[in-house]
């Protein structure tokens, strides 16, 4: 049975940890952007795409299989935490592999005016990224949300942390961003390993061909919706670089930075609601459950971008200077798509956890086609902002199709789903209690 009170406690948590991440991720975005330029920044994130296509393109939707398994109480934690750290070191080297592979034949091609050095430093990400996604999410198959949101806080310290050291003490220039990235999941790793441990009761260090078997099955159709999804958010920086410039990438990657902010309140209560929906047996709390929760995510998202739309010029030139100004007007278009896409991470979370990732798969899967070849057409003819637009209406289009579906499998009015109620006023009312009780036993 879903506890609304529980919930509605793990969400806040999870939200109030999600704001002081985007705070840290934003103190880093500044510091590179300010100390780098737009053709600095524009080199660093197209140098961290690799190892980040690579990651997503080889986990196998493995973090999201192993909370659905321990969730179900299929597998026990510690034979997850063996698994798991099996999968990471086999995962790890075919990445860097293929890695090395693109680097050396094809990052003229499809990273041009990156510099290789930066490209192979990247590839160092790849072990502990990954061991990174796929222990910590044991955490949430035990619904252990403080402590998953607390090992995520801390990779966030600790980068911000060191890339102030590296960059502001030492001078160093895009390789040292790439060497705090990698130190921050270095260090975060260590900690999260005995965390694990703990909680699991040890770990079953073997090869058990009947969970990987398992876990792949369930975990492939979750890992194309993953890959779809990535190719959505980033492969217009791709684009961007192939029919622009890094310069022009910069510029976008931090109106994409900002807008992506936005999505903290609906990734927030994403990451509880899949736990919560996989363990639930009632299947009249089930249906009435995530639409209040989506119509409301919606409801305070759209407060959120109203206000980021009016101050949209000063917080870009507050934060990253008026060097950037070429970054305000994709900003404020990609704001638009941030509240869409608000909408479907709750949806596509609840359809997920009911054993139904194939939908979310051709939905995503038609939304990065349309993305790709709107911003072909787009970016030569208006450049990054073609490409905000490009996003926007492949943003509506996974929207609207995803909640027309859902709305029929689940047997709720599209109005129920989207649309805020006077009665709603209740979810808030329990935030309320939540933070009351909270300052009482503190």
Same mark, same amino acid.
């Given at each position: ?20 991440? +985007? ?31 690579? $990651?997503?393109?080889?986990?196998? !939707? ?73 222990? /910590?999410?044991?955490?949430? !198959? ?30 160093? #220039?895009? #390789? ?14 260590? $900690? ?28 492939? %159709? ?44 609906? /990734? ?10 996989? /363990? #639930? ?32 010029? =000063?917080?870009? +030139? ?7 100004? #070429? ?8 704001? $638009? !798509? ?5 909408? =479907? ?35 030569? %003819? =208006? !450049?990054?902002?073609?490409?905000? =637009? ?23 009015? $599209? ?24 300052? %009482?036993?503190?």
């Amino acid at each position: 049975m879903i506890q609304m009170g529980r919930f509605t406690k793990d969400a806040l948590i999870t939200f109030i940890t999600r704001v002081l991440m +985007v705070i840290l991720g934003l103190g880093v975005s500044i510091i590179i952007a300010r100390f780098l330029g737009p053709k600095g920044q524009g080199i660093y994130s197209l140098a961290i795409l690799l190892p980040s296509l690579l $990651i997503i393109f080889t986990n196998f !939707g493995i973090d999201s299989a192993s909370i659905y398994f321990i969730g179900k109480k299929k597998y026990s934690p510690r034979e997850v935490f063996g698994g798991n750290i099996i999968f990471t070191v086999l995962l790890s080297v075919s990445a860097i592999l293929i890695g090395l592979i693109i680097i050396f034949f094809l990052s003229d091609r499809f990273f041009q005016g990156v510099e290789k050095i930066y490209l192979f430093l990247a590839l160092s990400l790849i072990p502990f990224t990954l061991f990174f996604n796929f222990i /910590s999410h044991i955490l949430l !198959g035990l619904q252990k949300i403080k402590k998953y949101n607390i090992v995520f806080f801390l990779q966030s310290f600790f980068f911000l942390t060191l890339v102030g050291i590296l960059l502001l003490g030492l001078r160093f #220039e895009i #390789e040292a961003v790439i060497l705090a990235q990698v130190a921050s999941y270095f260090l975060v790793g260590i $900690i999260l390993f005995f965390i694990i441990k703990k909680e699991a009761g040890g770990l079953i260090f073997k090869i058990n061909k009947r969970y990987f078997k398992n876990i792949l099955s369930y975990g492939f %159709k979750v890992y194309l919706t993953n890959t779809f999804n990535f190719l959505h958010y980033r492969i217009d920086q791709f684009l961007i670089n192939i029919f622009l410039n890094p310069i022009a990438v910069g510029f976008y990657y931090v109106a994409a930075r900002l807008s992506e902010a936005v999505w903290l309140f609906s /990734s927030s209560v994403g990451t509880v609601l899949f736990p919560k929906i996989v /363990s #639930e047996t009632d299947q009249k709390r089930l249906k009435e459950f995530t639409p209040l929760v989506c119509r409301n995510v919606v409801f305070v998202t759209l407060l959120i971008v109203i206000l980021l739309l009016i101050f949209s010029h =000063w917080i870009i +030139v507050l934060f990253y200077s008026e060097e950037f100004l #070429e970054s305000v007007k994709p900003f404020q278009i990609l704001l $638009i !798509g941030s509240l869409l896409i608000a909408e =479907w991470r709750i949806l596509a979370n609840d359809l997920t956890a009911r054993g139904k990732p194939m939908i979310n798969n051709y939905i995503t899967g038609f939304s990065v086609i349309l993305n790709i070849i709107l911003n072909i057409i787009f970016i030569p %003819k =208006w !450049g990054i902002i073609g490409a905000a =637009w490009a996003t926007v209406i492949s943003y509506s289009a996974v929207a609207v199709i995803t909640t027309i579906i859902y709305s029929k499998i689940s047997g709720n009015s $599209i109005k129920d789903i989207i649309i805020f109620k006077k009665v709603d006023l209740n979810f808030y009312k329990n935030i309320l209690s939540g933070i009351r009780k909270s300052r %009482k036993l503190s």
